[in-house]
C-alpha cells in the first residue's frame, strides 16, 4: 500500500469531518447548547465518528476473521482505510481544540490524540498491526454512548428515563469495550514482545499506559457523577420523607 493512498484517505477524512462539523453548525440545536456552541459541534462531530468507526471496526473481523488471529501481518484494505480515516478524523479533532479551547483545559486529550495519531500512522504506513489498530477502534463503541451523554447534558437532559439508560449502557460498555479491550492489548503486546520491533513496542507500551490511566480516571468520574451522587441525592431525600 503506498503512502498516496494513506495521505489521500487521511486527508479525505480530514476534510469530510470538516464537513460534518460545519454541517451540524447549521442544524438546530438546544437553547441551553447555544451557550457553548462550538463544544455542541466538537461532540456531534466526535459522536459521528465513534458511530462509523464502531460498525466499520466490528464489520472488519467480521470480513477478515483471520485477522483475530494475527494482530501483526494479517491486511485488508477495508481495515487499512479504517484505520486511515481515524486518523483523518484524529487530526481533524485535534486542530479543532487548538483552535477553540484553552490549552489548559485540552492538554489531556490533545496528548491523547497524539499517541493515537503516531500509533495508527505507524500501522497505516508500514501496513503491519492493523489487527492491533482494530481491536483498538473497538473502544469507540462505548464512545457512541459517551458521546451522546455529552450531548443529553449539554441539552439539559441529564435526568429521566433515555439519560439513566444510556448511562447504564454507557458504564457497561466502558467496562467491555475500554477497560478490558485495553487490559487485553497490553496482555497481547507482553506476550508478543519478541514480535514486535522496538520502535512499535515503545509506541505501544506509552500508548497503552496513558490510555489506561486516562480510562481509570474517567471510568471513576462517570461514576461519581452519573451513579454515586445519584445515590447519595436518593438516601437524602428517603431521610427527609
Known sequence: MEL?????????????????????????????????????????????????????????????????????????VFSHALVSFSI????????????????????????????????????AISCNYLGFAVVALLVEINSVFLHLRQMLRMANIAAGTLYRVNSIINLGTYV??????????????VLNRDNVPLLAYTLGSVGMAIMTVMNIVLFCRLLRTDFLKTSTRETKKDKDM
Open 176 to 189: 467491555v469495550f475500554r477497560i478490558n479491550t485495553l487490559a487485553w492489548m497490553t496482555r497481547w503486546l
Open 4 to 76: 498516496s493512498s494513506v495521505i489521500l484517505t487521511t486527508g479525505g477524512s480530514v476534510a469530510f469531518f470538516r464537513l460534518v462539523n460545519a454541517g451540524i453548525g447549521q442544524l438546530p440545536m438546544p437553547e441551553s447548547a447555544r451557550r457553548n456552541a462550538w463544544k455542541w459541534r466538537n461532540i456531534a462531530t466526535s459522536f459521528v465518528h465513534s458511530f462509523v468507526t464502531a460498525i466499520w471496526a466490528v464489520l472488519c473481523f467480521f470480513r477478515h476473521p483471520q485477522m483475530a488471529e494475527d494482530l501483526i501481518e494479517t491486511f485488508s
Open 88 to 123: 483523518g478524523y484524529f487530526i481533524h479533532d485535534f486542530f479543532d481544540m487548538v483552535l477553540n479551547q484553552k490549552l489548559s483545559v485540552s492538554w489531556e486529550l490533545l496528548f491523547h490524540h497524539t499517541v493515537v495519531i503516531a500509533c495508527f500512522g505507524l500501522s
